[in-house]
């Protein structure tokens, strides 16, 4: 083994694309010789992958630079991802920041850092390129080991050209590019090979995987009249990923609403190894909030979503995002979108307040909802969702689920075996953590607490 020559950590925010970018890294710096420590650590290189989402997330992003620099004046800071993508040179005037890289060259990242520390006196420390040509290709990073012990998340597609209302990631993240299918199926066989019992497919838009909508027609309706992705390859994907042996699970990230449709969904249903857990952004209930957002589709169509997949699937976990106080949100609008979530009875549902992202239509746009507004509206969805969840879990009490054992989490004193069912149930068992990395049998008894539910092993 090479001696390690110096030292990095990582610090990782926002989506899963960034934290399966940063295993690539890690392995990257790993496979030159450094040694890859704990964020808290005292290291020679520091590396956060940043998040623009929200206004929050810019700020946890800064925070995390100047922790780094703080905790080793002497180390070299790279900020790289969304957030340096979109605001390169806001980021270069930060003295806690010595290099700035961009998305598509995290993938050279360890030669843009030893070269800089060959010669910090060098004029280049700006490693950003415009995205939002359109002719880029998918910068393959594979990973070889699996990011958890249990699971092993895996990149099939980068960017996104929905370009709605509200958000900054289309020109942080750039156009659709897709990996090739056989990248993504040798990476799924080799990490399912080390012990990984599921893969799950994540990318910035994954319901494109395949496509290219190159203009702005085809932005706009992205497969058809019908508003479906005909042209995606997502299905064939799934199909063959099941055909895989050793691939034991296998689990989507968000997909698009307009992907739905029955030949898609009886695609789904003939693989065996598919969690039945489909998270569908929603944003909003209310039809003319949805068409300010740029989201192409209407609730009723969203509503024959979730319709076709419980035809198709027994008790289907259905999540969603929703966003409260996008500009213009009317109190009757809100009172809309409430009324849709509780007819479309989501398993879960993560509740955002809307943030004004510089550069978005959205953030033009007049009547901003004030911050107070915000909170209440937020409240009583979060209310919603949790009421939403239990009832959720009430339905599936006689359901014999299958549940992959991660880790030991005490709870109310007790210690318990915990894991995701295929249907996204947090489950915990009476179990010794010998039992990690193990899948058991179980049906749901009791709601320990808001994120656990007590499960019986059954043979």
Not at 221 to 240: E, H, K, P, V, W
Not at 343 to 372: C, I
């Amino acid at each position: 083994m090479t001696e390690a020559k110096r030292s990095v950590a990582f610090c990782t925010l926002g989506c899963k694309v960034n934290q399966y970018e940063t295993d690539a890294m890690e392995e990257q710096f790993a496979a030159a010789g450094y040694a890859v420590l704990d964020f808290t650590a005292a290291a020679d290189v520091y590396v956060i992958n940043t998040c623009t989402v929200t206004n929050i997330a810019d700020r946890k992003s800064r925070q995390m630079l100047h922790r780094a620099k703080k905790r080793n004046p002497h180390a070299l800071v790279a900020a790289v991802g969304c957030y340096v993508q979109n605001a390169a040179g806001r980021v270069l005037e930060d003295p806690a920041v010595d290099l700035v890289i961009g998305n598509d060259l995290k993938k050279d990242i360890v030669g843009i850092v030893e070269k800089y520390l060959t010669d910090r006196d060098q004029q280049e420390r700006c490693f950003v390129r415009d995205l939002t040509g359109g002719d880029e290709e998918f910068e393959d990073m594979p990973v070889t080991r699996p990011l958890e012990h249990t699971r092993a998340v895996i990149k099939i597609q980068d960017g996104c050209n929905q370009f709605c209302s509200y958000c900054a990631i289309p020109y942080a993240r750039g156009r659709v590019r897709s990996r090739s299918m056989e990248s993504v199926l040798k990476e799924a066989a080799l990490l399912s090979g080390s012990g990984c019992h599921e893969v799950v497919l994540t990318g910035i838009h994954i319901s494109s995987y395949g496509t290219d909508f190159g203009d702005d027609d085809a932005r706009a309706a992205n497969g058809g009249a019908d508003g479906t992705f005909q042209d995606s390859r997502l299905g064939d994907l799934i199909l063959a990923l099941g055909q895989l042996p050793g691939v034991e699970r296998i689990r989507l990230g968000s997909i698009e609403p307009r992907i739905i449709t029955e030949d898609f969904t009886a695609k789904l249903a003939s693989v065996p190894q598919l969690c039945p857990h489909f998270h569908l952004s929603l944003q909003s209930g209310c039809g003319e909030t949805l068409r300010r957002m740029n989201r192409h589709y209407t609730p009723d169509q969203f509503l024959e979503s979730c319709r076709i997949l419980r035809r198709y699937f027994d008790r289907p976990a259905i999540t969603t995002d929703i966003i409260v106080g996008f500009p213009g949100e009317t109190d009757e609008e809100f009172a809309q979108s409430r009324r849709f979530v509780r007819e479309a009875a989501f398993a879960d549902m993560h509740v955002f307040k809307y943030s004004r992202r510089d550069g978005t239509r959205a953030a033009l746009m007049k009547e901003q909802v004030s911050p107070a507004v915000m909170d209440i509206r937020s409240a009583a969805l979060i209310a919603d969702a949790e009421l939403m969840h239990e009832e959720y879990i009430r339905q599936c009490r006689d359901m014999t689920m299958q549940v992959l054992l991660e880790e030991p989490v005490w709870l109310n004193g007790q210690q318990y075996m915990t894991g995701y069912s295929k249907n996204y149930i947090r489950c915990a068992f009476l179990l010794p953590p010998e039992m990690e990395n193990q899948v058991v049998s179980g049906k749901a008894e009791a709601i320990l607490t808001k994120e656990f539910v007590l499960c019986r092993e059954t043979d």
